[in-house]
């Protein structure tokens, strides 16, 4: 069975600074995906970026980056010139090939400050 | 044009009566899902359909029953509602994920389930 670990309940920012959250993950599997989903207060689960563990490079969508060492099972995410709006619950989540399930880690709260 | 909707949005009702919780999603997907928040806000898959067919069923109780008419809809019956059901419970739709690769799930906004 997979497993997500993210081990900072909480993090907080100051605006326009950058921030890393991190993720490692167990799995037996070669092939997966992983992938990070923002939860605002407002409840809607987004998608903000996801990455291919066969691909070697990291993934990037905007302010949003990866680091992802897959040798070390290691997922985190970089969000650079944070806003306020990024004030969310970030939830690391893995899925394995041809597998529908997401298998989320227990979230950590950013709190980006003006 | 909401993509995943969930009806209600909010449910409050006593221990020990039935509820459902409505899922429709007009994307087009032929796959759709149950995941329950807990009130330490974590997720954890309950079921999984793939055109009205059970693809995902997690060691869930049976008080729980999904029922799917058409592939657009998902919904979520609870029989005898206990207090630990007290969760937030999100529908999410995509296309089946296969070994040539995943597709991205979309969530519904998710229904707040208060159970006394």
């Known amino acids: 069975a997979q497993t997500v670990t993210q081990s900072q309940p909480e993090m907080s920012v100051q605006e326009a600074e950058t921030v890393t959250l991190s993720c490692t993950y167990d799995t037996s599997e070669n092939n997966y995906y992983l992938f990070w989903y923002k939860q605002p207060p407002s409840r809607q689960m987004i998608l903000v970026i996801r990455q291919e563990a066969y691909k070697q490079q990291n993934a990037t969508e905007n302010r949003f980056s990866v680091n992802f060492q897959k040798a070390a099972k290691s997922f985190s995410l970089k969000i650079s010139d944070s806003q306020l709006g990024d004030t969310a619950m970030y939830f690391c989540?893995?899925?394995?090939?041809?597998?529908?399930?997401?298998?989320f880690g227990a979230g950590t709260i950013l709190r980006v400050k003006s | 044009d909401t993509a995943v909707s969930q009806t209600p949005k909010y449910l409050v009702t006593q221990m020990g009566n039935d509820k459902s919780i409505k899922c429709e999603q007009n994307l087009g997907h032929d796959t759709m899902y149950w995941y329950k928040q807990d009130s330490k806000k974590f997720l954890k898959i309950m079921f999984s359909?793939?055109?009205?067919?059970?693809?995902i069923n997690e060691t869930v109780p049976n008080r729980f029953s999904p029922k799917s008419p058409d592939k657009a809809h998902l919904n979520l019956h609870i029989n005898s509602l206990e207090l630990g059901d007290s969760a937030v419970y999100f529908c999410?739709?995509?296309?089946?994920?296969?070994?040539?690769?995943?597709?991205?799930?979309?969530f519904g906004p998710g229904t707040r389930l208060t159970v006394l």
């Open positions: 359909y793939n055109n009205k067919e059970l693809i």
């Open positions: 989540a893995f899925m394995k090939l041809g597998g529908n399930k997401l298998v």
């Open positions: 999410a739709s995509s296309r089946l994920s296969t070994l040539a690769g995943a597709n991205e799930q979309f």
